[in-house]
Nanobody, 115 residues
Framework: QVQLVESGGGLVQPGGSLRLSCAAS????????VGWYRQAPGKQRELVAG???????NYADSVKGRFTISRDNAKNTVYLQMNSLKPEDAAVYYC?????????WGQGTQVTVSS
């Protein structure tokens, strides 16, 4: 089992920045994929960015150049640095961890972008 705890959400003005954290605990494999997803009201959950245990990353087109996903293996934590935030980035952001063909989700953290 893997437990995930997200943090770092909040209210930010357009153009501002936030850094989300996803801390994992439990039986963590050396081979895994972690993704940040988001879900806005009335919309489907979408993948924002992902990172593998080997460091490969991918991003949704809508966030390329503005968001950066990274990891600290010593802390079992994955980060999502979000810059130049737009109102359309507002959503609940979820962390997802996949290993051994199992998928784990965090509880989500709210990001609000508003002036």
């Amino acid at each position: 089992q893997v437990q995930l705890v997200e943090s770092g959400g909040g209210l930010v003005q357009p153009g501002g920045s936030l850094r989300l954290s996803c801390a994992a605990s439990g039986s963590i494999s050396s081979i895994y994929v972690v993704g940040w997803y988001r879900q806005a009201p009335g919309k489907q959950r979408e993948l924002v960015a992902g990172i593998t245990s080997s460091g490969n990353t991918n991003y949704a087109d809508s966030v390329k150049g503005r968001f950066t996903i990274s990891r600290d293996n010593a802390k079992n934590t994955v980060y999502l640095q979000m810059n130049s935030l737009k109102p359309e980035d507002a959503a609940v952001y979820y962390c997802n961890h996949q290993q051994y063909r199992r998928s784990y989700w965090g509880q989500g953290t709210q990001v609000t972008v508003s002036s």
